[in-house]
Each structure stands twice: as structure tokens, then as C-alpha cells.
């Protein structure tokens, strides 16, 4: 697509949130809506989403029909069911009897989309900061110039005019405090690129600290693939805790519910985290943690220990040793601080949610937050700002504590990209508010 001057829509990352946002908005303008012309900017080299956990045999913690656009336009072109016919592979699929495909089949299914988009892409490039036009202190704030630069060799940078942004740049990998990533402490985001190009025949011990989903993934998969290395697995808990993913826990990831979660009381929305965290933080689903139990008991009637389970345990500091890494751990268990020497440990322990602060620029001032400091989002997800502007800052991440558990997570992301659509629609054509506070406001 020929660049322009000017866009309805700049889209700053393109991984599967805002993917769902061009689905959206290509089925807007070909439903005879006023069309919103779009582009996006990807940090990226090319399209990809968690691709060092594209582990053999790990699947979606959610069913397949959670896809990019299913839940919003179930005859989408886009769906995952589109997908399976359009490669081939739609009865075998439906023969497997599963609704959890694998990952890989999921990144495939994004890839497969992403390639009907491919064109509203700039990869290898980053938004910087959002400016105002210089000339428009006295008036309206009608557009935002978007500062883009080229990660290539040239470096060089470009604005682009943009009448709504729309921010989805991903979870930030959280370590513990005081401890750094280097090439023996990994975090579970770039595990199996680490891992691929170890020297396995040198590799004795391996730490995995955490007791989610990842944990449990990665340390049942450096077991399988390193048959002669131990793995000690180190969790706060007393065990692995299983992910609540039954049918009345899961409508909390239902799109009905981000309005009770929106306009929930304070002792609604704390109840929604009190009960249901354990739909999705911190837990494994029962395949791999009875897996790794297995494993484990295989071990014992061996008498050959490869798998070690250092509960009630937290990590104090790292160091390295040499070759070695040394891991202080605390444990709980006999309230005592014990060393272990590995030569590897990954931690997976978790991300922290957007923070989209930093690539605000000049419009941060115009942006409305809460007594906690946290920006003000309304139930369409646009930043609340100001009178006198009028971009639309849409922020597909970061809004935990406005629209609920699912934020983060894929499962309303179809019906979310929809609801962004039309309020940038909406707004368009002046129907829309103007962004300023509403009767109701979460925060």
C-alpha cells in the first residue's frame, strides 16, 4: 500500500491484538462503512508471536474458536475454521476431536492472516513518541504526528499524521527484582532460542523457577530433550496448581463480562481477582502437571532422581560462578538460605501489563489518570484526555484495571478489535463522544 500523509488509524505494534484490529477494519470498510485507512508499526523483523514457547506438543489454553475473529463475525474470512479449510487440513482437524490446537498451529493460523496484511506493515521499526503539530496550540487537537524509526541500517526516522493511535505492544518479561538476563539466566520469553544453541552435551543442571503454565512447559521439555541433565523446578508453592477452566470460571473471559467488570463496584472488581485469578496466573493445566508428576514417579521407581521438586522456595540472588551460575534460594519450608549450582536457570516468571506512558510524547499532559496514577480508559478502551483533544488513543493492553482479567489474554480480543473499530468509526463521522470523562468512568 502506497504510504500516506495522513491515516485514520496507526496501529504501534502488530502482534495478535492489533492483527485483530486490521481484520476488523478490513471487514468494516467491505461492509460499507466510511473506510478507515490504516497502518501499523512493528519493532519486529517479521510477524511473530511468543515464538521462543512454541514448544513440541504445547497447546492453547484456549479453544480455537477464541480466534481473531470468530466471537465478532463468526463468517469471518479471517477465523481459524477459514484457516483449516483454506490449507487443507479442516476434517483432520475436526477428527482430532480437540479444541485446543497446538501452538504452532496457532502461529501459523496468525501468520496466515498476517499475510492478508502484510502490506500495512512497517517491520523492524518502532514508534518513538507521539508529537503535536506545532500550530496547534490555539485550536482543536484534531491529529497526532507519530514519530517512526527505522531500525534498519539507514536509522532514519519519519512522522506520520494519525487522526486515532491505537497502542498493543505486549507484555513486558518480569524478572525479580535485583537479578538480570544474560546467557545463563534466561527468561521464558527467549527460552527456546537460548536453548537451541546450547551445547546439550555440556549442560548437567537446569533451574526453572516458577509454578505457571511456562514453568511447567519448559521444565518438562528440558527433561525430554537433555535425557542425561537434572532439572530442579523452583516454586513458591507446595506444588503445581491447577488452572480453573471450567465453565462457570471461564465466563469471566465472556465479553458481557468486561461490562460487569467495567462498571462493577470496588468490592466487584476485587472479587473477580480474588476467585478467579487461578484461571489463568500461576497455574498449569492438569495434562502437564500429571505429565511431569509421571515423569517424576518413573524416576523413583528407577531410582535414577533427574526431576527435583524445590518447593515453598523463592530466589534470592543469582551469581555467577565461572561456567556455573550459583541460585540462593530461601526456603520456606525450614525458613533457611541454601545455594544450588546449575548451569542454566530460566525464569518464568510472568510479564508486567503495557505501559504505554512512554510513547505518549507531547499528548501525556492531555491524558486523564486516577487517583493511582493510572491512565483513565473508557468502556471503548480510549484513553479519556482532555476538551480540547481530540485523537482517539485506544490501548489494546494495559487496562487490567479498567476492563478486567482478560486484558491481557486472547480470549475477547476479536470482540474487542470491534468495539475499537466502531467508536474510531463512530468518531469519524461525529456520532462519538469527545473523549472526555464520561457519566461513568472506571479507575
Wanted: charged share 25%; proline share 4%.
Amino acid at each position: 500500500m502506497k504510504e500516506r500523509d495522513e491515516y485514520a488509524v496507526v496501529g504501534i505494534g502488530f502482534g495478535p491484538s492489533n492483527l485483530s484490529l486490521a481484520v476488523a477494519l478490513d471487514e468494516h470498510d467491505s461492509g460499507g462503512g466510511s473506510p478507515l485507512q490504516a497502518t501499523f508499526v512493528e519493532r519486529q523483523p517479521e510477524f511473530g508471536w511468543h515464538r521462543n514457547m512454541l514448544l513440541p506438543f504445547a497447546k492453547m489454553q484456549v479453544s480455537f474458536l477464541k480466534d481473531l475473529a470468530t466471537f465478532r463475525n463468526p463468517t469471518s474470512r479471517h477465523s481459524f475454521i477459514s484457516y483449516l479449510h483454506s490449507v487443507g487440513r479442516l476434517a483432520q482437524f475436526v477428527n482430532n476431536q480437540d479444541f485446543f490446537p497446538t501452538r504452532h498451529e496457532f502461529h501459523d493460523y496468525l501468520q496466515w492472516v498476517e499475510g492478508h496484511f502484510s502490506d500495512r506493515v512497517t517491520y523492524n521499526a518502532e514508534v518513538t513518541a507521539l508529537r503535536l503539530p506545532a500550530d496547534d496550540h490555539a485550536r482543536s487537537l484534531d491529529t497526532v504526528q507519530v514519530e517512526v524509526r527505522n531500525n534498519g541500517a539507514s536509522g532514519a526516522s519519519r512522522l506520520i499524521n494519525a487522526r486515532n493511535v491505537v497502542v498493543s505492544t505486549g507484555l513486558v518479561p518480569k524478572m525479580p527484582p535485583g537479578i538480570d538476563r544474560d546467557e545463563r539466566v534466561w527468561h521464558s520469553s527467549e527460552f527456546l532460542g537460548r536453548f537451541q544453541a546450547l551445547d546439550h552435551s555440556r549442560v548437567r543442571r537446569v533451574a526453572v523457577v516458577g509454578g505457571g503454565q511456562s514453568a511447567a512447559e519448559i521444565a518438562r521439555h528440558v527433561y525430554d530433550a537433555i535425557p542425561h541433565a537434572r532439572v530442579s523446578a523452583i516454586m513458591p508453592s507446595y506444588g503445581y496448581s491447577i488452572a480453573d477452566d471450567t465453565p462457570f470460571a471461564n465466563q469471566i473471559f465472556d465479553a458481557v463480562a468486561v461490562d460487569d467488570y467495567y462498571h462493577g463496584s470496588e468490592h466487584a472488581r476485587d472479587a473477580f481477582w480474588r476467585y478467579h485469578r487461578n484461571t489463568n496466573y500461576g497455574v498449569a493445566d492438569t495434562e502437564t502437571i500429571k505429565e511431569l508428576y509421571q515423569r517424576s514417579y518413573s524416576d523413583e521407581i528407577a531410582g535414577n532422581t533427574r526431576l527435583d521438586f524445590l518447593n515453598l522456595s523463592r530466589v534470592d540472588s543469582v551469581k555467577q560462578l565461572d561456567d556455573e551460575v550459583r541460585v540462593t534460594l530461601h526456603s520456606g519450608r525450614a525458613d533457611e538460605t541454601y545455594g544450588l549450582d546449575v548451569d542454566v536457570v530460566v525464569f518464568a516468571t510472568g510479564y508486567d501489563p503495557m505501559e504505554p506512558a512512554e510513547l505518549l510524547g507531547d499528548i501525556a499532559a492531555h491524558c486523564l489518570r486516577d487517583e493511582s496514577g493510572r491512565l483513565r480508559v473508557g468502556r471503548d478502551y480510549r484513553v479519556l484526555t482532555t476538551p480540547d483533544l481530540n485523537v482517539g488513543v485506544y490501548l489494546q493492553g494495559g487496562t487490567e484495571h479498567t476492563h478486567g482479567l482478560g486484558s491481557s489474554l486472547l480470549s475477547n480480543i476479536a470482540v474487542r478489535s470491534g468495539e475499537i473499530v466502531d467508536s474510531i468509526a463512530a468518531r469519524s463521522t461525529g456520532a462519538g463522544n469527545s473523549g472526555s470523562a464520561p457519566a461513568v468512568v472506571a479507575g
